[in-house]
């Protein structure tokens, strides 16, 4: 088997990103299928156009993990951003997104890719990285804990007025 590679993304990923994590949202939040508002919502956060636009803005970091130039994983993470439930002060950084295709899960793909963005973010200045996970992801739930995450409260994602109760992860870097 070839290795796995780890790198920045690029305007060229955009296509591929936005196909897996259509894939990989789906599978998570959508078990009972696709309503209209989980459509629009797909389409806002993954859809081509909103992954372009993530690629091209520098305050986005974006990596995704290949190996023979198939896309398997990508991690987006984001420097500065803060959470209310966080102190103000401390230099922060926050795991948007962490998405491995199904059939890649369970080998280190995930654990790789957390380690790279936890890496940069800490050469970017900061001292707490942070994420929220859906409160009905159990595999997510599990996952950041084994990678040194504490459990720092619930939270709210909401879109189009509904409010997706959610855990607020975080690692001292």
Same mark, same amino acid.
């Given at each position: 088997? =070839?290795?796995?590679?780890?790198?920045? $993304?690029? *305007?060229?990923? $955009?296509?591929?990103? +936005?196909?897996? #994590? &259509?894939?990989?949202? @789906?599978? &998570?939040?959508?078990p009972?299928?696709?309503?209209?508002?989980?459509?629009?919502?797909?389409?806002?956060?993954?859809?081509?156009? #909103?992954? !372009?636009?993530?690629?091209?803005?520098?305050?986005?970091?974006?990596?995704?993990?290949?190996?023979?130039?198939?896309? @398997?994983?990508? *991690?987006?993470? &984001?420097?500065?951003? /803060?959470?209310?439930?966080?102190?103000?002060? &401390?230099? *922060?950084?926050?795991?948007?997104?962490?998405?491995?295709?199904? *059939? +890649?899960?369970?080998?280190?793909?995930? +654990?790789?890719?957390?380690?790279e963005?936890?890496?940069? %973010?800490?050469?970017?200045?900061? $001292? !707490?990285?942070?994420?929220t %996970?859906?409160?009905?992801?159990? /595999?997510?739930? /599990?996952?950041?804990? /084994?990678?040194?995450? !504490?459990?720092?409260?619930?939270?709210?994602?909401?879109?189009?007025?509904? =409010?997706?109760?959610?855990?607020?992860?975080?690692? !001292?870097?």
């Amino acid at each position: 088997m =070839s290795p796995l590679v780890i790198r920045a $993304a690029t *305007a060229e990923d $955009a296509l591929c990103i +936005s196909v897996l #994590a &259509t894939q990989v949202f @789906l599978d &998570t939040y959508a078990p009972r299928g696709v309503s209209a508002q989980i459509a629009r919502e797909v389409q806002g956060v993954v859809g081509l156009d #909103a992954v !372009t636009r993530e690629l091209s803005d520098a305050s986005v970091k974006v990596l995704v993990a290949t190996r023979d130039e198939f896309l @398997l994983g990508f *991690a987006k993470w &984001t420097p500065g951003a /803060r959470h209310e439930l966080l102190d103000a002060t &401390t230099p *922060a950084a926050e795991l948007d997104r962490l998405y491995v295709q199904e *059939a +890649s899960t369970g080998q280190g793909i995930g +654990s790789a890719l957390m380690r790279e963005v936890e890496a940069q %973010a800490a050469r970017a200045g900061a $001292a !707490t990285l942070w994420l929220t %996970a859906w409160v009905h992801n159990e /595999r997510a739930l /599990r996952f950041y804990p /084994r990678q040194g995450y !504490t459990d720092a409260g619930g939270t709210l994602y909401t879109y189009e007025g509904v =409010s997706h109760d959610n855990r607020l992860f975080v690692k !001292t870097l």
